[in-house]
Every structure is written in C-alpha cells, then in structure tokens.
Nanobody, 122 residues
C-alpha cells in the first residue's frame, strides 16, 4: 500500500483544514487507516483512525469533537477534517495503513505517507 498525504498549511486558531491521504495498492477492505502527528523531539502520536471495512472511527481524546476521519471509496482516499484548530495542533501529520483494525501504536502501521505540515497560530 502506498500513501500520499496532502492538505497541510498555515491557519489561525479556530480555522479549519482538510487533510487527504491518497491510497494506492489496496486490493480489499482489510486495512485500517490512521492519522498521526509529530512535533520535533516528540514521538509520533495517534490522532484518529478508521477501519476500511466497517468504517468504524476512533479518535484521540484531544481531537474528539473537532476532527472527523472518513473514507472516500470512489477516490480511494482517507480524509481528516480538522475544525476549531488550536496552536497545540501544530505538527507534521502522517497517514498510515495497517492490516486489521485501528490501533494507536505507530509501530503497528506498515505503510506511511510523507508528512504534511499543519501550523496553527494564535
């Protein structure tokens, strides 16, 4: 599975951004997709995930209610809609894929897209 992330940018606090992850090489619905983020000197942290087969979604506590993850089957993409962005959301965001169901451990994801930078200023 190959992933290509896009959609980052610089916004003011309270604004919205949409991140997209184009997925190729996926032959069936056995994958789970996750969005993670990372800042300099910190470990990659899980943000949200979705199972491709049943579309069940999961969110970290710090984005629940503000971010929405979804799949676009027609375009083979995973989308992260980010609303009410805060300066603490500033990070490089990565999409990842793994077999099975969503988990929060980056080490369990076998494919990664390149990061896309999100900067939120106060």
């Amino acid at each position: 599975v190959q992933l290509q992330a896009s959609g980052g940018g610089s916004v003011q606090a309270g604004a919205s951004l949409t991140l997209s992850c184009a997925v190729s090489g996926r032959d069936d619905n056995t994958h789970a997709m996750g969005w993670f983020r990372q800042t300099t000197g910190k470990e990659r942290e899980w943000v949200a995930g979705i199972n491709w087969d049943d579309h069940v979604t999961y969110y970290s506590h710090f984005v629940r209610g503000r971010f929405t993850i979804s799949t676009d089957n027609a375009r083979n993409m995973v989308v992260l809609q980010m609303n009410r962005l805060q300066p603490d959301d500033t990070a490089v965001y990565y999409c990842g894929a793994k077999l099975g169901v969503v988990t929060s451990r980056p080490s369990e994801y076998t494919s990664w897209g390149q990061g896309t930078l999100v900067t939120v200023s106060s």
